[in-house]
């Protein structure tokens, strides 16, 4: 079972290359907007989310056991 840190502050926005569908659901729950990028310039992916225009991508499915 995930549990999702209490400790995240002021946290508004998470920015990953990747990240399951469970944590990108409870981040949206705890009031976090998380995007998945492909971009790897931090300047061009913190200068789109300035902009308005940072899209995020598809979180990716775990099966059973995808910790083992």
């Known amino acids: 079972t995930h ?3 209490i400790a995240l502050g002021r946290l508004d ?3 990953s290359q ?3 569908d469970g944590l990108f659901k409870r981040l949206g729950a705890a009031g ?6 492909t971009e790897t ?3 061009a992916v913190v200068a789109a989310l300035l902009a308005g225009t940072l899209v995020s991508g598809q979180p990716h ?6 910790h083992a």
């Open 3 to 5: 549990v999702t840190p």
């Open 18 to 20: 990747g990240m399951g």
């Open 32 to 37: 976090v907007k998380p995007f998945i990028v």
């Open 41 to 43: 310039s931090c300047d």
């Open 61 to 66: 499915a775990h099966g059973p056991g995808h």
């Open 13 to 15: 926005v998470l920015i």
